[in-house]
């Protein structure tokens, strides 16, 4: 996921973060991302996939907390429990609760916003600081996304293996896009893979399209866990997005910095890669990371319909001078960065932070990022103000780009830290 210019024109719950509050907690309620909850196309996903009952739910379990300690064991019960039924509907195990196909990862975003509103307007009859609720709203951010749930197995007969995805994003200039990384996400977690050299269990996480979130540390937060040692450390992690029309990419280069385009809560940031403080991390802090990825075994795979590349294009300021230029092979040595192959959003940032911690903790793993084709709706399905929020060639391309996903996941899974 990034803002293609051609397009539009985990550290555990104590490490001591800057602040380990979403955005959304310091705002007004609603925030913005919760205002668009009201228009007819969120309304019309939550009613044809059985979720629009998700937020009334909450809000009546909310209703009946009578303390502090009780609103948080409900709210990460209420949380964990929509990130499961997500996760089900998406797997095909249970009803589908409605008429949107089994595949789509919308229904999650938009019921997780409709219990984060229903947490800001909540008035209990006891005392609760804002602090206090904005460490609940935390707790419902991690849970409803699976990012304090990566169960991994311990043992030497299985592979570990952690994907994160993205939630939808650009909805101002139409309301109805899902992201092709979520949908994979929820599609694999709890999966296993076949490889030549055995199983591997795979677990997921979904991330906020938010600057501030990954400021504050979510990104770490929900990786450092599995990337320490012990029996359940990962053997190869990946972080999805959505990238170029009709193609995917293996990113090379992550670059250190964030080039300004608007988040989901229409904020922009134009600044180095913020590191929070108490996270392991290099220093002086790099400006490039580099994939793990065995990004030549991908390309060679053959995994789908669409080609994959090894993107290995950054955009950097060279040393010694003061514009950006485009690199087609790489960073120059000592130069500034201005974009990676993933470019300068939080597609590119979330490559970065991971890729960035994998080297702090000495993580010898296959690791980095992949994007996806952008999911497009059928040609006759184009206008936002008319189209419709499903169409036949909507969800094949989405099936499609999460089934390449997985076979992408598979060559990684069998592969090795050298590239090839």
Do not use: C
Request: aromatic content about 6%.
């Amino acid at each position: 996921m990034r803002p293609i210019r051609t397009l539009l024109t985990l550290a555990l719950a104590a490490l001591p973060l800057t602040q380990t509050t979403p955005a959304a907690a310091q705002e007004a309620t609603p925030t913005v991302e919760e205002r668009r909850l009201d228009q007819a196309v969120p309304q019309e996903i939550l009613r044809r996939s059985g979720f629009d009952d998700v937020a009334p739910g909450f809000a009546r379990d909310l209703a009946d907390v009578r303390s502090a300690a009780q609103a948080e064991r409900v709210v990460r019960r209420d949380g964990g429990r929509l990130w499961e039924r997500a996760v089900d509907r998406v797997r095909g195990r249970g009803p589908a609760g409605g008429d949107l196909s089994r595949d789509d990862d919308r229904p999650l975003y938009w019921a997780r916003l409709g219990m984060t509103r229903a947490l800001g307007e909540w008035r209990p009859d006891f005392p609760l600081s804002e602090a206090r609720r904005a460490e609940l709203l935390t707790a419902l951010e991690r849970g409803s996304r699976g990012q304090d749930s990566l169960d991994l197995p311990a043992g030497k007969h299985i592979k570990r293996i952690v994907v994160t995805g993205f939630d939808p994003f650009q909805l101002d200039a139409d309301v109805r896009r899902s992201n092709p990384s979520g949908a994979a996400a929820l599609a694999l977690d709890g999966t296993t893979l076949r490889t030549p050299d055995g199983p591997a269990r795979v677990e997921t996480a979904v991330f906020p399209v938010r600057w501030a979130d990954f400021a504050d540390g979510t990104v770490e937060r929900t990786l450092l866990p599995v990337f320490r040692h012990g029996p359940r450390r990962v053997d190869a992690f990946m972080t999805v997005s959505q990238g170029r029309v009709g193609r995917f990419d293996v990113e090379r280069t992550n670059g250190a910095w964030r080039g300004g385009y608007p988040d989901n809560a229409n904020v922009s940031r134009t600044e180095t890669v913020p590191i929070p403080v108490g996270v392991p991390t290099p220093r002086p802090q790099p400006q490039w990371t580099t994939t793990t990825l065995p990004y030549a075994s991908v390309v060679a795979a053959n995994t789908g319909p669409f080609p994959v590349y090894d993107n290995t294009t950054v955009t950097e300021i060279p040393a010694g001078a003061t514009a950006p230029v485009v690199r087609p092979d790489g960073p120059t040595p000592g130069s500034t960065a201005r974009a990676g192959g993933g470019g300068d959003y939080l597609s590119n940032e979330i490559a970065y932070r991971a890729t960035l911690l994998r080297d702090a903790v000495g993580l010898k793993v296959p690791g980095g990022h992949l994007h996806t084709p952008v999911l497009q709706f059928g040609p006759n399905n184009t206008d936002p103000g008319t189209g419709q929020v499903i169409d036949p060639d909507f969800v094949r391309n989405r099936e499609a780009i999460t089934a390449q996903v997985r076979s992408v996941l598979t060559v990684v899974a069998a592969g090795d830290v050298s590239g090839r």
